[in-house]
């Protein structure tokens, strides 16, 4: 598949699995907060969709949440994307904006004159 098709499905993608946690899952932003897809990376086979996420509460529990959903938001990809075959949804962790605030907060920290 083209780069530039595997971008506009990267995005709608997003868009559509945004919507749905937003939507569908609001008992899981209630525990974890609020929860953000920070980035989306589909296979060039279209085998896979790597979807990134990160949330206010960090917990270890929420790839496994979303996990628990992914059949049917594969099913909604299906539905909307006009996909050959519709990747298999996996859930990894960002905690990338965790590391952000650590890297500030020592730097912050530092006594420099």
Request: with cysteine; aromatic share 8%.
């Amino acid at each position: 598949m083209k780069q530039e098709r595997i971008q506009k499905a990267q995005s709608i993608s997003k868009k559509i699995l945004s919507e749905y946690i937003i939507n569908e899952l609001q008992e899981l932003s209630i525990h974890h907060g609020i929860i953000t897809i920070t980035e989306l990376k589909i296979s060039a086979d279209l085998s896979y969709l790597d979807a990134y996420v990160s949330c206010l509460n960090a917990n270890d529990t929420l790839t496994k949440s979303l996990a628990e959903h992914a059949h049917q938001m594969q099913h909604l990809l299906w539905k909307k994307v006009d996909f050959l075959k519709v990747p298999k949804i996996r859930f990894r962790y960002d905690s990338s904006g965790e590391n952000s605030f650590e890297i500030y907060r020592t730097i912050k920290n530092l006594d420099i004159k």
